[in-house]
Nanobody, 119 residues
Framework: QVQLVESGGGLVQAGGSLRLSCAAS????????RGWFRQAPGKEREFVAA????????YYADSVKGRFTISRDNAKNTVYLQMNSLKPEDTAVYYC????????????WGQGTQVTVSS
């Protein structure tokens, strides 16, 4: 089992920035890849970004490319999502995920953190 705890969500104006963090514990080596997904009200959960164990491979949804950056600190078992130039359409609950697929890690999930971008 892997436990994931997100933090860093909040309310920000359009054009602003936020950094999300996700701390992992448990059998983290069994699920080396990490990712972020989001779910807006009335919509399905969608992929945002993912990163491989060593950080050498990163993947992004087209909607966030150039604005969001995923990174990780394995010494701290923590993954980050730096979100810049936020838009109202980025408003969602953001979920941290862990898994074996570097491009789409979805075996374990955190509880989610709310990000609200006001116009």
């Amino acid at each position: 089992q892997v436990q994931l705890v997100e933090s860093g969500g909040g309310l920000v104006q359009a054009g602003g920035s936020l950094r999300l963090s996700c701390a992992a514990s448990g059998r983290t080596l069994s699920t080396p890849a990490r990712g972020w997904f989001r779910q807006a009200p009335g919509k399905e959960r969608e992929f945002v970004a993912a990163i491989s164990w060593g950080g050498g491979s990163t993947y992004y949804a087209d909607s966030v490319k150039g604005r969001f950056t995923i990174s990780r600190d394995n010494a701290k078992n923590t993954v980050y999502l730096q979100m810049n130039s936020l838009k109202p359409e980025d408003t969602a609950v953001y979920y941290c995920a862990a898994g074996g697929n570097s491009a789409y890690p979805n075996d374990y999930w955190g509880q989610g953190t709310q990000v609200t971008v006001s116009s």
